[in-house]
Protein backbone atom coordinates (compact mmCIF):
# COMPACT_ATOMS: atom_id res chain seq x y z
CA UNK A 1 0.00 0.00 0.00
CA UNK A 2 2.76 2.63 1.27
CA UNK A 3 4.65 1.49 -2.60
CA UNK A 4 1.49 2.50 -4.66
CA UNK A 5 1.16 5.61 -2.43
CA UNK A 6 4.76 6.15 -3.26
CA UNK A 7 4.80 5.97 -6.52
CA UNK A 8 1.13 7.67 -7.01
CA UNK A 9 2.94 10.92 -5.17
CA UNK A 10 6.10 10.59 -8.08
CA UNK A 11 3.69 10.58 -10.81
CA UNK A 12 2.23 13.85 -9.52
CA UNK A 13 5.47 15.92 -9.04
CA UNK A 14 6.84 14.28 -12.26
CA UNK A 15 3.82 15.62 -13.94
CA UNK A 16 4.14 19.14 -12.41
CA UNK A 17 7.77 19.14 -13.27
CA UNK A 18 6.73 18.47 -16.71
CA UNK A 19 4.03 21.35 -16.78
CA UNK A 20 6.56 23.91 -15.42
CA UNK A 21 8.78 23.25 -17.92
CA UNK A 22 5.73 23.69 -20.80
CA UNK A 23 4.84 26.92 -18.89
CA UNK A 24 2.59 29.77 -20.89
CA UNK A 25 2.69 33.19 -20.66
CA UNK A 26 -0.54 34.55 -19.26
CA UNK A 27 -1.36 38.13 -18.07
CA UNK A 28 0.48 41.01 -19.09
CA UNK A 29 4.26 40.90 -20.99
CA UNK A 30 5.76 41.85 -17.57
CA UNK A 31 4.26 39.08 -15.51
CA UNK A 32 6.11 36.82 -17.52
CA UNK A 33 9.62 35.58 -17.95
CA UNK A 34 9.66 33.59 -20.43
CA UNK A 35 9.32 35.61 -23.81
CA UNK A 36 7.26 32.93 -26.35
CA UNK A 37 9.59 33.66 -29.46
CA UNK A 38 6.77 32.00 -31.91
CA UNK A 39 3.84 34.41 -31.33
CA UNK A 40 5.87 37.05 -30.97
CA UNK A 41 5.37 39.66 -33.36
CA UNK A 42 8.16 42.82 -34.62
CA UNK A 43 6.66 46.04 -35.06
CA UNK A 44 8.23 47.73 -37.79
CA UNK A 45 9.12 51.78 -37.05
CA UNK A 46 10.84 53.82 -39.60
CA UNK A 47 12.08 57.57 -39.07
CA UNK A 48 11.27 58.79 -42.38
CA UNK A 49 9.43 62.00 -43.19
CA UNK A 50 7.77 62.06 -46.91
CA UNK A 51 5.76 64.85 -48.30
CA UNK A 52 3.05 65.45 -50.69
CA UNK A 53 1.48 67.42 -52.50
CA UNK A 54 -1.03 67.12 -54.98
CA UNK A 55 -3.10 69.52 -58.02
CA UNK A 56 -5.78 70.81 -55.20
CA UNK A 57 -6.91 69.17 -51.90
CA UNK A 58 -10.46 70.69 -52.18
CA UNK A 59 -10.57 68.33 -54.37
CA UNK A 60 -12.47 64.90 -52.42
CA UNK A 61 -10.14 62.64 -54.16
CA UNK A 62 -6.86 64.02 -53.23
CA UNK A 63 -8.21 64.39 -49.94
CA UNK A 64 -8.78 60.77 -49.85
CA UNK A 65 -5.67 59.89 -51.15
CA UNK A 66 -3.55 61.97 -48.86
CA UNK A 67 -5.50 60.69 -45.71
CA UNK A 68 -5.04 56.89 -47.12
CA UNK A 69 -1.18 57.53 -47.62
CA UNK A 70 -0.93 59.53 -43.99
CA UNK A 71 -2.67 56.71 -42.11
CA UNK A 72 -0.44 54.13 -43.69
CA UNK A 73 2.72 55.68 -42.75
CA UNK A 74 1.71 56.42 -39.17
CA UNK A 75 1.30 52.71 -38.63
CA UNK A 76 5.57 52.48 -39.27
CA UNK A 77 6.39 55.33 -37.66
CA UNK A 78 6.75 57.92 -40.41
CA UNK A 79 5.03 61.31 -40.68
CA UNK A 80 4.32 63.36 -43.74
CA UNK A 81 4.57 66.90 -44.83
CA UNK A 82 1.52 67.68 -46.66
CA UNK A 83 1.01 71.21 -49.14
CA UNK A 84 -2.01 72.47 -51.16
CA UNK A 85 -1.09 73.79 -54.34
CA UNK A 86 -4.53 74.86 -55.38
CA UNK A 87 -4.12 74.31 -58.46
CA UNK A 88 -1.12 76.28 -59.17
CA UNK A 89 1.97 75.06 -60.53
CA UNK A 90 4.20 78.24 -59.52
CA UNK A 91 2.84 77.59 -55.92
CA UNK A 92 3.44 74.00 -56.05
CA UNK A 93 7.15 74.05 -57.39
CA UNK A 94 7.96 77.04 -54.51
CA UNK A 95 6.13 74.09 -51.96
CA UNK A 96 8.47 71.37 -53.42
CA UNK A 97 11.49 73.39 -52.42
CA UNK A 98 10.28 74.24 -49.01
CA UNK A 99 9.88 70.51 -48.68
CA UNK A 100 13.56 69.83 -50.05
CA UNK A 101 14.37 72.55 -47.92
CA UNK A 102 13.02 70.74 -44.60
CA UNK A 103 15.12 67.63 -45.40
CA UNK A 104 12.07 65.36 -46.48
CA UNK A 105 13.11 61.67 -47.04
CA UNK A 106 11.18 61.28 -50.39
CA UNK A 107 8.00 63.19 -52.08
CA UNK A 108 4.60 62.34 -53.01
CA UNK A 109 3.74 64.19 -56.01
CA UNK A 110 0.59 64.45 -58.68
CA UNK A 111 1.81 67.36 -60.25
CA UNK A 112 -0.70 70.67 -61.05
CA UNK A 113 0.94 70.87 -64.65
CA UNK A 114 2.72 67.61 -66.12
CA UNK A 115 4.97 70.09 -67.98
CA UNK A 116 5.32 73.18 -66.24
CA UNK A 117 6.81 71.15 -62.77
CA UNK A 118 9.76 69.89 -64.48
CA UNK A 119 12.18 72.54 -62.60
CA UNK A 120 10.62 70.97 -59.05
CA UNK A 121 11.22 67.62 -60.32
CA UNK A 122 14.84 68.81 -61.41
CA UNK A 123 15.57 70.34 -57.70
CA UNK A 124 14.51 67.06 -56.19
CA UNK A 125 16.58 64.60 -58.74
CA UNK A 126 19.62 67.11 -57.66
CA UNK A 127 18.91 67.04 -53.88
CA UNK A 128 18.64 63.25 -54.24
CA UNK A 129 15.39 62.85 -53.38
CA UNK A 130 13.17 59.77 -54.45
CA UNK A 131 10.09 61.33 -56.53
CA UNK A 132 6.90 58.72 -56.20
CA UNK A 133 4.90 60.21 -58.70
CA UNK A 134 1.09 59.52 -58.08
CA UNK A 135 -2.24 60.03 -60.01
CA UNK A 136 -0.86 61.37 -62.96
CA UNK A 137 2.38 61.14 -64.54
CA UNK A 138 4.93 63.74 -65.37
CA UNK A 139 6.01 64.60 -69.03
CA UNK A 140 9.72 63.49 -68.51
CA UNK A 141 8.86 59.63 -66.77
CA UNK A 142 12.23 59.03 -66.44
CA UNK A 143 13.50 61.88 -64.07
CA UNK A 144 10.80 60.19 -61.33
CA UNK A 145 11.50 57.43 -59.11
CA UNK A 146 8.28 55.42 -59.44
CA UNK A 147 4.64 55.87 -60.36
CA UNK A 148 1.72 54.79 -58.95
CA UNK A 149 -2.03 55.45 -60.35
CA UNK A 150 -5.12 54.15 -62.12
CA UNK A 151 -5.74 53.05 -65.45
CA UNK A 152 -6.96 56.42 -66.45
CA UNK A 153 -7.37 55.36 -69.88
CA UNK A 154 -10.15 52.39 -69.21
CA UNK A 155 -11.81 54.54 -66.86
CA UNK A 156 -12.47 56.55 -70.22
CA UNK A 157 -13.45 53.80 -72.44
CA UNK A 158 -15.56 51.95 -69.82
CA UNK A 159 -17.39 55.57 -69.99
CA UNK A 160 -17.50 55.81 -73.88
CA UNK A 161 -18.53 51.71 -73.96
CA UNK A 162 -21.50 52.76 -71.91
CA UNK A 163 -22.77 55.85 -73.99
CA UNK A 164 -22.62 53.40 -77.35
CA UNK A 165 -25.09 50.86 -75.13
CA UNK A 166 -27.19 54.05 -74.53
CA UNK A 167 -26.77 56.11 -77.81
CA UNK A 168 -26.66 53.40 -80.39
CA UNK A 169 -27.35 55.68 -82.82
CA UNK A 170 -24.85 58.61 -82.02
CA UNK A 171 -24.90 61.53 -81.19
CA UNK A 172 -23.27 65.08 -80.18
CA UNK A 173 -21.09 64.92 -77.29
CA UNK A 174 -19.10 67.84 -75.83
CA UNK A 175 -15.83 66.88 -73.34
CA UNK A 176 -15.05 69.01 -70.28
CA UNK A 177 -11.17 68.14 -70.34
CA UNK A 178 -7.80 69.56 -68.41
CA UNK A 179 -4.83 68.83 -71.30
CA UNK A 180 -2.27 70.36 -68.34
CA UNK A 181 -3.07 66.97 -66.25
CA UNK A 182 -2.30 63.67 -67.91
CA UNK A 183 -4.52 61.37 -66.33
CA UNK A 184 -7.32 63.49 -67.91
CA UNK A 185 -5.92 63.32 -70.93
CA UNK A 186 -5.69 59.38 -70.98
CA UNK A 187 -9.37 59.20 -70.19
CA UNK A 188 -10.37 61.35 -72.91
CA UNK A 189 -8.33 59.29 -75.03
CA UNK A 190 -9.72 56.18 -74.04
CA UNK A 191 -13.29 57.68 -74.28
CA UNK A 192 -12.52 58.71 -77.71
CA UNK A 193 -11.07 55.80 -78.96
CA UNK A 194 -14.54 53.51 -77.38
CA UNK A 195 -16.62 55.99 -79.60
CA UNK A 196 -14.55 56.25 -82.37
CA UNK A 197 -16.62 55.14 -85.53
CA UNK A 198 -19.51 54.64 -83.77
CA UNK A 199 -21.62 57.53 -84.89
CA UNK A 200 -20.38 60.67 -82.55
CA UNK A 201 -19.49 63.72 -83.19
CA UNK A 202 -17.35 66.25 -80.56
CA UNK A 203 -19.02 69.40 -80.78
CA UNK A 204 -16.98 71.28 -78.21
CA UNK A 205 -14.58 70.93 -75.51
CA UNK A 206 -13.16 73.04 -73.04
CA UNK A 207 -10.27 73.05 -70.61
CA UNK A 208 -12.19 73.14 -66.93
CA UNK A 209 -8.83 72.11 -64.83
CA UNK A 210 -10.92 69.56 -62.91
CA UNK A 211 -12.84 72.24 -61.28
CA UNK A 212 -16.43 71.69 -60.70
CA UNK A 213 -17.20 76.07 -60.81
CA UNK A 214 -14.83 76.41 -64.15
CA UNK A 215 -16.71 72.83 -65.17
CA UNK A 216 -20.27 75.07 -64.57
CA UNK A 217 -19.30 77.70 -66.05
CA UNK A 218 -17.95 76.45 -69.41
CA UNK A 219 -21.68 74.34 -69.41
CA UNK A 220 -23.41 76.96 -69.17
CA UNK A 221 -21.38 78.75 -72.07
CA UNK A 222 -22.19 75.44 -74.21
CA UNK A 223 -25.92 75.36 -73.21
CA UNK A 224 -26.37 78.58 -74.90
CA UNK A 225 -24.35 77.64 -78.03
CA UNK A 226 -25.10 74.14 -78.68
CA UNK A 227 -29.12 73.35 -77.90
CA UNK A 228 -28.54 69.43 -79.63
CA UNK A 229 -26.43 68.10 -77.03
CA UNK A 230 -26.57 64.24 -76.25
CA UNK A 231 -23.75 63.80 -73.78
CA UNK A 232 -20.92 65.25 -71.62
CA UNK A 233 -18.02 63.75 -71.06
CA UNK A 234 -15.98 64.84 -68.11
CA UNK A 235 -12.41 64.19 -66.68
CA UNK A 236 -13.42 63.95 -63.17
CA UNK A 237 -16.33 63.34 -61.18
CA UNK A 238 -15.76 67.34 -60.15
CA UNK A 239 -16.54 68.43 -63.50
CA UNK A 240 -19.08 66.53 -63.99
CA UNK A 241 -21.17 67.99 -60.39
CA UNK A 242 -20.21 71.60 -61.85
CA UNK A 243 -21.82 70.56 -65.56
CA UNK A 244 -24.67 68.67 -63.80
CA UNK A 245 -25.68 72.32 -61.81
CA UNK A 246 -25.84 74.05 -64.92
CA UNK A 247 -27.93 71.37 -66.64
CA UNK A 248 -29.87 71.40 -63.83
CA UNK A 249 -30.41 75.40 -63.59
CA UNK A 250 -31.43 74.94 -67.21
CA UNK A 251 -34.26 72.00 -66.82
CA UNK A 252 -32.35 69.60 -69.22
CA UNK A 253 -32.74 66.17 -68.30
CA UNK A 254 -32.12 65.18 -71.93
CA UNK A 255 -28.25 64.78 -71.98
CA UNK A 256 -26.24 62.15 -70.30
CA UNK A 257 -23.51 63.03 -68.02
CA UNK A 258 -20.12 61.00 -67.36
CA UNK A 259 -17.43 61.31 -64.80
CA UNK A 260 -14.02 59.64 -63.24
CA UNK A 261 -13.36 58.72 -60.10
CA UNK A 262 -16.41 57.20 -58.35
CA UNK A 263 -16.55 60.04 -55.27
CA UNK A 264 -19.05 59.57 -53.07
CA UNK A 265 -20.78 62.56 -54.87
CA UNK A 266 -21.62 61.39 -57.45
CA UNK A 267 -22.22 58.47 -56.37
CA UNK A 268 -25.36 59.35 -54.47
CA UNK A 269 -26.77 61.20 -57.68
CA UNK A 270 -26.84 58.06 -59.09
CA UNK A 271 -28.05 56.28 -56.60
CA UNK A 272 -31.49 58.96 -57.55
CA UNK A 273 -33.97 58.42 -60.15
CA UNK A 274 -33.63 61.35 -62.17
CA UNK A 275 -30.48 62.26 -62.57
CA UNK A 276 -28.64 63.15 -65.76
CA UNK A 277 -25.36 61.56 -64.26
CA UNK A 278 -24.93 58.19 -66.36
CA UNK A 279 -21.68 57.00 -64.81
CA UNK A 280 -18.22 56.84 -63.67
CA UNK A 281 -15.38 55.85 -64.52
CA UNK A 282 -13.97 54.77 -60.76
CA UNK A 283 -10.69 54.33 -59.16
CA UNK A 284 -9.56 53.52 -55.48
CA UNK A 285 -7.49 56.45 -53.56
CA UNK A 286 -7.58 54.47 -50.70
CA UNK A 287 -5.88 51.34 -52.62
CA UNK A 288 -3.85 54.03 -55.01
CA UNK A 289 -1.91 55.50 -51.25
CA UNK A 290 -1.29 52.35 -49.95
CA UNK A 291 0.47 50.94 -52.86
CA UNK A 292 2.17 54.66 -52.95
CA UNK A 293 3.29 54.10 -48.93
CA UNK A 294 4.53 50.11 -50.33
CA UNK A 295 6.52 51.64 -53.23
CA UNK A 296 8.11 54.96 -50.97
CA UNK A 297 9.42 52.55 -48.08
CA UNK A 298 10.70 49.92 -50.65
CA UNK A 299 12.74 52.64 -52.34
CA UNK A 300 13.94 54.23 -49.22
CA UNK A 301 15.00 50.89 -47.62
CA UNK A 302 16.94 49.98 -50.59
CA UNK A 303 14.10 47.04 -51.62
CA UNK A 304 13.01 45.89 -54.64
CA UNK A 305 10.01 47.84 -56.28
CA UNK A 306 7.87 48.56 -59.21
CA UNK A 307 8.89 51.28 -61.19
CA UNK A 308 5.23 51.52 -62.06
CA UNK A 309 2.49 50.85 -60.98
CA UNK A 310 -1.16 50.64 -62.10
CA UNK A 311 -4.55 50.72 -59.98
CA UNK A 312 -7.42 48.59 -62.00
CA UNK A 313 -10.36 51.12 -63.17
CA UNK A 314 -14.20 49.91 -63.76
CA UNK A 315 -17.67 51.56 -64.28
CA UNK A 316 -20.21 52.36 -62.10
CA UNK A 317 -24.05 53.62 -62.81
CA UNK A 318 -27.46 53.20 -61.55
CA UNK A 319 -27.59 49.28 -62.14
CA UNK A 320 -24.54 48.73 -59.55
CA UNK A 321 -24.07 51.68 -57.83
CA UNK A 322 -25.68 50.31 -54.64
CA UNK A 323 -22.64 47.51 -54.57
CA UNK A 324 -20.41 49.97 -54.06
CA UNK A 325 -22.40 52.40 -51.56
CA UNK A 326 -22.69 55.85 -51.44
CA UNK A 327 -21.26 56.94 -47.83
CA UNK A 328 -17.44 56.40 -49.07
CA UNK A 329 -15.14 55.39 -51.70
CA UNK A 330 -14.55 52.01 -53.28
Not at 60 to 71: G, N
Not at 149 to 164: F, M, R, T, W
Request: aromatic share 8%.
Amino acid sequence: MKKKVMYSLFLVLFSLFLLAGCKKNVGTSEDNAVVDEENQTEEISYDYTFGFTCIDMSNPYYDTLEKSIETELEKVGCSLMTRDPALNVETQIQQIQEMIDAGVDAVFLCPVDWEAIQPAIDALNEAEIPIINIDTQIKDVESITAYVGSDNKNAGYVCGENLIELKPDGGKVVILESPSMNSVNERITGFEEAIAGKGFEIVARYDTKGDLEQSRQAMEKILAQYSDIDAVMCGNDQSALGALVSLGVAQRDDILIYGVDGSPDLKKELAKSNTAIAGTGAQSPINEGKDAVKVGLAILNGEDYEKNTYEPTFFINKDNVKMYGTDGWQ
